[in-house]
């Protein structure tokens, strides 16, 4: 399994705050049958990003596991003004191992209403927005149909694997679910901050899904796509998403989304 959401390195944020508890989660994740890793520390008004620091403590921990897994780099992108405007300036800076994947993360209590405009924008640049755990984003679970537009566009979503174990709650539990059943998700990751109350573990929740919804449903979601994304590739192909159709779509008329725009110019 790939992990494209993990905050490995340590004393960059709120992850791991020295190497040998960063070793211990790589340790834990090998154990639970992860392979690959991207690193992504929070880019936020609280941890700015820095590619250069990351890749050395990369460096440090690759001399450490003997090839254990293999490590790649990214980060939490927050969705702020001067996060999206650099990002747009520095395409490779932000994205999962330079290509052109970009974990973004709303505010837990607001999403502005003109975000759909910044997603056009990135997809413009050539990046492509993965949302990551819009299960436990308060105003999406308040507001879930506001996800139509956004999976219109074209943009991707990651679930925390937590989310279907219920560690986050029923509430994120229930959204988790009911994103997997509308054929919403592309990912599912850890987002891992250290080997107790966020552990490195994404088996339990391949096994939650391979039950409900297939064993090739698990693997696209938790080998195919996340190797896509590590890689810079084009995802293979996915199931259509379900009940995001506008209402002239509904009645027959051409779909005219985020990308439905942006290719008609």
Same mark, same amino acid.
């Given at each position: 399994?790939?992990?494209?959401?993990?905050?490995?390195?340590?004393?960059?944020?709120?992850?791991?705050?020295?190497?040998?508890?960063?070793?211990?989660?790589?340790?834990?994740?090998?154990?639970? $049958?992860?392979?690959? *890793?991207?690193?992504? =520390?929070?880019? %936020?008004?609280?941890?700015?990003?820095? /590619? &250069?620091?990351?890749?050395?403590?990369?460096?440090?921990?690759?001399?450490?596991?003997?090839?254990?897994?293999?490590?790649?780099?990214?980060?939490?992108?927050?969705?702020?003004?001067?996060?999206?405007?650099?990002?747009?300036?520095?395409?490779?800076?932000?994205?999962?191992?330079?290509?052109?994947?970009?974990?973004?993360?709303?505010?837990?209590?607001?999403?502005?209403?003109?975000?759909?405009?910044?997603?056009?924008?990135?997809?413009?640049? $050539?990046?492509?927005? *993965?949302?990551?755990? =819009?299960?436990? %984003?308060?105003?999406?679970?308040?507001? /879930? &149909?506001?996800?139509?537009d956004w999976l219109?566009?074209?943009?991707?979503?990651?679930?925390?694997?937590?989310s279907l174990t219920?560690?986050?709650?029923?509430?994120?539990?229930?959204?988790?679910?009911?994103?997997?059943?509308?054929?919403?998700?592309?990912?599912?990751?850890?987002?891992?901050?250290?080997?107790?109350?966020?552990?490195?573990?994404?088996?339990?929740a391949y096994a939650?899904?391979?039950?409900?919804?297939?064993?090739?449903?698990?693997?696209?979601?938790?080998?195919?796509?996340?190797?896509?994304?590590?890689?810079?590739?084009?995802?293979? /192909?996915?199931?259509?998403?379900?009940?995001?159709?506008?209402?002239?779509?509904?009645?027959?008329?051409?779909?005219?989304?985020?990308?439905?725009?942006?290719?008609?110019?």
């Open positions: 399994m790939i992990d494209i959401h993990h905050h490995l390195l340590y004393g960059l944020d709120d992850g791991p705050a020295d190497i040998e508890t960063s070793l211990a989660m790589i340790d834990m994740a090998a154990k639970d $049958g992860i392979t690959h *890793i991207v690193c992504t =520390p929070h880019a %936020n008004a609280r941890w700015a990003f820095n /590619p &250069e620091v990351s890749r050395q403590k990369i460096g440090e921990l690759e001399s450490r596991i003997k090839s254990k897994v293999t490590l790649g780099l990214g980060c939490d992108f927050h969705l702020s003004y001067d996060n999206i405007e650099d990002a747009l300036r520095n395409r490779d800076k932000y994205t999962i191992n330079g290509k052109q994947y970009l974990l973004v993360e709303f505010a837990d209590l607001a999403i502005p209403a003109n975000i759909s405009d910044s997603f056009y924008e990135m997809l413009v640049a $050539g990046l492509q927005p *993965i949302i990551t755990h =819009p299960e436990r %984003n308060f105003t999406i679970q308040k507001h /879930p &149909e506001r996800m139509k219109r566009g074209g943009c991707l979503v990651q679930l925390t694997a937590a219920g560690r986050f709650g029923r509430t994120a539990q229930a959204m988790a679910t009911q994103f997997l059943e509308r054929d919403w998700v592309h990912f599912l990751a850890t987002d891992a901050h250290n080997v107790q109350s966020r552990p490195p573990i994404l088996r339990e939650i899904v391979a039950k409900r919804f297939g064993r090739e449903t698990a693997e696209r979601l938790c080998v195919e796509n996340p190797r896509a994304a590590f890689y810079g590739e084009e995802l293979p /192909p996915q199931p259509e998403a379900q009940g995001i159709e506008t209402k002239d779509e509904a009645k027959g008329r051409p779909r005219r989304g985020l990308l439905g725009r942006l290719f008609s110019n």
